[in-house]
């Protein structure tokens, strides 16, 4: 075994290889960019090395200089988790050159799985199934377009040697296939250099199914079941689960033997999975991941077995630790996704810094039947830079129910504050009927968009009084009772005032509406007067041992109470079945009261860098036209005209970074 091993990743991957080392008695050198000088991942290793600046070209992708860090701390292997360098077939090399040990497969059998198109030509003269598509060399615009058309619509176009949803693109009809064709291929030249595509027909009610599978130096190939990774969005996945509701045995068998003859083919060794979309009793071989899946965890649960453990033994020549026969399906498990993102907002990424982090009591990067994976603390900071995940819900229960009511309890009991996450997506997404039914597929979350996406709860005084209460109580009044004469009348700070009442406004946005309160005092009671209606308000608050506020108030005759999460300018609502986001307006916070919004721009949805424009200073424009496309962490993002009109200005230049909201173009209505 290995006596000190480099891991070439950042954030929770990072973190959770370094705790299966740690358990084994290995020491381990951490990575770091300029961005993440201070990230979570520098202090779970025994040493860090900085590798360079914040963009990933220059740090996490700089193979270069992860190699002569492995050198300098006498590192024998360098793991590089996933994303980055895990599939990079020259890093592999390089780190054979350097008499590193890879702790991977091979270059060459990177090279043969990790091009979509080279491994549906090596699958299809192996009989595996394949979804009828074009896979060729031919990259032709014109050419690719007559393919599609042959094929019949909808036709999907993907990177050939991409992953994680980018490079990626549904088309509907002709007319929409060369913009799409040239999008999809500037995201994959930005994600992995390479813009080769190839294109295949769109199962219109497809399930993404994933085998995992385990090779060995010895001629051992071995699969650890499946995991059911249907509920997407952008492509990506945002819950899975293993293992695979309504899966036969006959059916395991045979996805299984399929998955192990695919890495058979090009001679695997390490961890890799094989994916699978299926349709009806048919499935069909999709691409093969040459390294861990972020969903790893899953299958650790209900096979018992440390995935990360495996491939340290795999890698120091070390045989299987477990055959076939010897691997059991015990129970099922659950991941969500926590990403930084908007659902409401076509989940575009979100950045900012985590005010507050609460996750329910938990353990972490073991096999724990709660096990939440991060590499994220409260005060951390999201950028522009890498992927926006949080963190990973992990649960495990002895069936399908209790383990999703277990994931639904975790969900409902954390909080996140400071910038826009899917928890409570994720929540209701796990409280959804068809999903708690196992009625799932690719297109699952537009399918039950409307259950996915209730009309926001009503919002009554009783709401706006909780929220005024978890203020006041900020504020040092904690209660409603009249403050101790005390001998310095300066010491009081219950808000008298001499010749006058108190009254003060406040201003607060829920569900994007504006409401008022007005908070006096008259007589040793409080009031609250809001839609011209006036009740005694009394308030009762106590701090909870996670950070949250349980508050009770009594406005008038109507007694309510609620948790409060986060703390002013940000709360959030907790009662009963509601869930409520309500933001205080400061009125000395001077640049909330300034009106960022101009007549006819058009702000930028999400933080990130200005691709192209299509448009300039004197053009007229028709409603729906492209203007601009903006790339974050790696995905982009078209900006189209709301209205026709002719475009007077533009704020920004192609390769400029922008923050969200920014006022990207104006555009004077026709």
């Known amino acids: 075994m290995f006596n000190t091993v480099l891991i070439a990743n950042r954030g929770e991957i990072a973190c959770r290889i370094a705790a299966t080392c740690k358990r084994l008695g290995i020491r381990t050198i951490m990575i770091y960019s300029s961005a993440d000088a201070d990230a979570l991942h520098t202090q779970a290793g025994d040493e860090a090395i900085w590798v360079g600046s914040a963009e990933p070209q220059h ?32 890093f592999a090399q390089a780190c054979a050159d350097n008499n590193i040990t890879f702790i991977g497969p091979s270059a060459q059998a990177i090279t043969a799985m990790g091009n979509k198109s080279a491994a549906k030509q090596l699958m299809e003269a192996a009989h595996v199934p394949l979804v009828p598509g074009y896979h060729g060399a031919n990259q032709d615009p014109d050419f690719l377009l007559e393919q599609a058309n042959a094929m019949g619509y909808p036709v999907l176009i993907k990177a050939s040697a991409g992953g994680g949803g980018k490079g990626m693109r549904i088309v509907e009809n002709p007319a929409q296939f060369l913009e799409a064709l040239s999008s999809c291929q500037r995201e994959a030249k930005s994600s992995f250099s390479d813009d080769h595509v190839l294109i295949e027909r769109y199962l219109q009610k497809p399930r993404h199914i994933e085998i995992q599978v385990f090779a060995d130096q010895h001629d051992n190939t071995v699969h650890l079941f499946e995991r059911d990774c249907s509920v997407q969005r952008r492509h990506q996945k945002v819950i899975e689960e293993a293992p695979a509701p309504g899966m036969t045995p006959e059916r395991r068998q045979a996805m299984g033997a399929a998955a192990v003859a695919a890495a058979r083919a090009v001679n695997y060794v390490g961890a890799g999975t094989v994916e699978f979309i299926c349709e009806g009793d048919a499935f069909y071989f999709m691409e093969m991941n040459t390294r861990l899946q972020v969903e790893h965890p899953i299958t650790e649960l209900i096979t018992g077995h440390d995935l990360v453990e495996w491939q340290l033994h795999v890698a120091a020549g070390l045989p299987l630790p477990a055959t076939q026969d010897q691997l059991v399906i015990n129970g099922h498990a659950f991941e969500a996704r926590v990403y ?21 009591e938990h353990s972490s990067f073991d096999l724990s039947p709660l096990r939440i994976d991060s590499g994220i603390r409260q005060g951390d900071s999201i950028s522009p830079f890498y992927d926006p995940m949080i963190a990973k819900v992990i649960v495990h229960g002895p069936t399908r129910a209790a383990a999703l009511q277990q994931l639904r309890t975790a969900l409902a009991s954390s909080d996140i504050t400071g910038l826009h996450t899917n928890l409570k997506f994720l929540h209701r997404l796990a409280s959804d009927s068809a999903f708690q039914a196992g009625d799932v597929d690719t297109g699952f979350i537009e399918r039950r968009h409307k259950q996915l996406f209730p009309a926001a709860t009503a919002v009554t005084p009783l709401h706006l009084a909780l929220g005024l209460a978890a203020l006041l109580y900020e504020f040092g009044l904690s209660h409603s009772e009249v403050t101790p004469i005390a001998a310095d009348p300066w010491d009081i700070t219950d808000y008298w005032r001499n010749n006058d009442l108190l009254q003060r406004h406040f201003e607060f946005d829920v569900n994007e509406q504006h409401y008022s309160l007005c908070l006096f005092r008259d007589k040793n009671q409080w009031f609250m007067r809001t839609d011209n209606q006036t009740q005694p308000l009394h308030w009762q608050g106590e701090r909870q041992t996670n950070g949250s506020l349980q508050m009770s108030i009594t406005w008038g005759d109507h007694k309510k109470q609620g948790i409060i999460y986060g703390n002013a300018p940000e709360f959030e609502l907790r009662s009963a079945h509601e869930h409520l986001r309500l933001h205080y307006q400061n009125p000395l916070n001077l640049a909330e009261l300034e009106d960022e919004q101009a007549g006819g721009s058009l702000n930028a949805p999400m933080p990130g860098k200005i691709l192209s424009i299509t448009v300039q200073p004197g053009d007229t424009v028709e409603v729906g036209q492209l203007l601009v496309v903006q790339e974050a962490m790696k995905m982009e993002h078209s900006i189209t005209a709301p209205y026709a009109g002719t475009v007077t200005e533009l704020f920004f230049t192609i390769g400029d970074q922008v923050t969200e909201g920014a006022a990207l173009l104006a555009i004077e209505k026709a």
């Not at 860090?69 to 990079?88: D, M, S, W």
């Not at 930084?340 to 329910?360: C, K, M, V, Y």
């Open 340 to 360: 930084a993102e908007n659902p409401d907002n076509q989940f575009l990424p979100s950045i900012g810094t985590i005010r507050h982090l609460h996750w329910p």
């Open 59 to 90: 740090s996490y992708l700089n193979s270069e200089a992860i190699i002569a860090a492995a050198k300098r701390t006498g590192a024998q292997a360098i793991h590089p988790g996933y994303g980055f360098l895990a599939e990079n077939a020259a």
